[in-house]
């Protein structure tokens, strides 16, 4: 489709801001605020664009401003459409991590949050002070959302589904071990299928279901287990293990760390899982943004130093 040049120079694309900004707050008065403009201002802008799309775009609601269809389809083309501007007027400038003041909101689990953490925040503290992190517990059910409404900038996790405009990397592939005390269970590395299932399990799950891979393999072979806590949070799995004779399957990298910490064992699982990916996920719209770039190489290259799985 050729570029019809008259007609895209009859608009202003301040609207365009100012549109995103109000798909993005969904209030007059806070959309105003965040371009830095009056309300009055943002107002007759609203109005520009009600003519201009011939829709009212926003309508008043009990909770605030309600977009309607047509603003729900526009926001993520006009999102695209505003950061691929940017990207044209900022090509040429040069990115120095030494220099640069950004804030990444990064939502992710808290067991990729103690084994990247430390070492990332210590990089950024020497090479790239400017840049600062707000961590965020990452939802798997709301994390596209998060991005779209550009409430997250980058997500870490074990990720399985994405639409055209998220785009995704792999950090690296871990695989399961059992973690256990062994002096309270009273067995040794390798740990059998029978002794792996004598004792009660502690399971962590981040959809709140008392179900997970483990399960899954054990029915296969006509087997179950018992599960005495279930949990979201990965850290608390080992000082349950360390007090309790319980028995942990985690992520190897994880379990090898805390094993080494806490003075618990690990051994091969008893039964085939599937290697999990841990990956990163992020808009398309900063797929080209330099500090965003930076910052998920930066991601790849701490991950490929972390310790590895059990051998």
Known sequence: MAIDHVDLARLDLNLLVALDALLQERSVTRAAARIGIGQSAMSASLARLRRLFDDELLTRAPDGMRPTPRALALAEPLRGVLRGVQALVHREEQFDPATVERTFIVSLPDSLEILLGPRLVAHL??????????????????????????????????????????????????????????????????????????????????????????????????????????????????????????????????????????????????????????????????????????LRNLLVQLAGDSPTALE
């Open 125 to 294: 503290r020497t090479h790239a002070p400017g840049i600062r992190l707000l961590l965020r517990s990452v939802e798997a059910v709301r994390i596209l959302d998060e991005l779209d409404a550009d409430r997250v900038d980058l997500a870490l996790g074990f990720f399985t589904r994405g639409q055209v405009h998220h785009k995704q990397r792999l950090l690296y592939r871990d695989s399961y071990v059992v973690l256990f005390n062994a002096d309270l269970v009273g067995v040794e590395a390798p740990i059998s299928l029978e002794d792996y299932l004598r004792f009660p399990h502690v399971l962590t799950s981040l959809r709140e279901t008392a179900h997970g891979v483990v399960d899954d393999a054990l029915a296969l072979i006509g087997r179950s287990r018992e599960l005495a806590v279930t949990t979201p949070r990965f850290l608390v799995v080992p000082s349950l293990v360390r007090a309790a004779p319980l028995i942990a399957t985690m992520h190897a990298r994880l379990a090898t760390f805390f094993a080494g910490s806490l003075g618990l064992s690990v051994s091969p699982v008893p039964v085939p899982l599937d290697e999990v990916a841990v990956s990163m996920l992020w808009h398309a719209s900063y797929d080209r943004d330099q500090a965003h770039r930076w």
